[in-house]
Antibody, heavy 120, light 113 residues
Framework: EVQLLESGGGLVQPGGSLRLSCAVSGFTFTIYPMSWVRQAPGKGLEWVSTVSDSGVSTYYADSVKGRFTISRDNSKNTLYLQMNSLRAEDTAVYYC?????????????WGQGTLVTVSS | DIVMTQSPDSLAVSLGERATINCKSSQSVLYISNNKNYLAWYQQKPGQPPNLLIYWASTRESGVPDRFSGSGSGTDFTLTISSLQAEDVAVYYCQQYYSTPFTFGPGTKVDIK
């Protein structure tokens, strides 16, 4: 059974940092790209970032470029999102999502999400 | 960036009736070399993460009931629920994965009439 379990969310002040983790199981982590997608309270879905299967290639939404860093540890089956210089508009549930096979960037499995609240 | 729009914003359909949701992309998401439309559909129920229904515009994900179907090509797409069930009450999103930034439509809320 495919499982994705996010952790690391919480309350942080504007300008602060957080690191999200996503521990996965039930599939061969090393051969799939992985992504983060967020959803602000009561709003729609927003793609944040994607990392290739090897971790070499990364892609970001303009809204987070230069502030967020996606990475993965294939030896630990874990995906990360380092979030710096956080802003109020980054407040959202952050979902870890598995991408389709090869370079098919639809999202076929999702975690339950972790809430990040940026507020003073 | 490819902008995704959906219509209607919401709809209410009687149980057993057909529900149709439209999605339009600001530029084609059809990749000519493989003749595939890089378009997916998701269902999100309250308090839950999204669930993949359809990819390549018309390929149903494993385990998704066959009352869900996707159609369209290029810039215009449709998700159809052929016979609405109570458990289909949700918000439905389309997403293009043709190019980054990968973008979602604003969502369509489906309720029971």
């Amino acid at each position: 059974e495919v499982q994705l379990l996010e952790s690391g969310g919480g309350l942080v002040q504007p300008g602060g940092s957080l690191r999200l983790s996503c521990a996965v199981s039930g599939f061969t982590f090393t051969i799939y790209p992985m992504s983060w997608v967020r959803q602000a309270p009561g709003k729609g879905l927003e793609w944040v970032s994607t990392v290739s299967d090897s971790g070499v290639s990364t892609y970001y939404a303009d809204s987070v470029k230069g502030r967020f860093t996606i990475s993965r540890d294939n030896s630990k089956n874990t995906l990360y999102l380092q979030m710096n210089s956080l802003r109020a508009e980054d407040t959202a549930v952050y979902y870890c999502a598995k991408c389709g096979p090869e370079i098919d960037y639809y999202f076929d499995y999702w975690g339950q999400g972790t809430l990040v609240t940026v507020s003073s | 960036d490819i902008v995704m729009t959906q219509s209607p914003d919401s709809l209410a359909v009687s149980l057993g009736e057909r529900a149709t949701i439209n999605c339009k992309s600001s530029q084609s998401v059809l990749y000519i070399s493989n003749n595939k439309n890089y378009l997916a559909w998701y269902q999100q129920k309250p308090g839950q993460p999204p669930n993949l229904l359809i990819y390549w515009a018309s390929t149903r994900e494993s385990g998704v009931p066959d009352r869900f179907s996707g159609s369209g090509s290029g810039t215009d797409f449709t998700l159809t629920i052929s016979s609405l069930q109570a458990e289909d009450v949700a918000v439905y999103y389309c997403q293009q994965y043709y190019s980054t930034p990968f973008t979602f439509g604003p969502g369509t809320k489906v309720d029971i009439k």
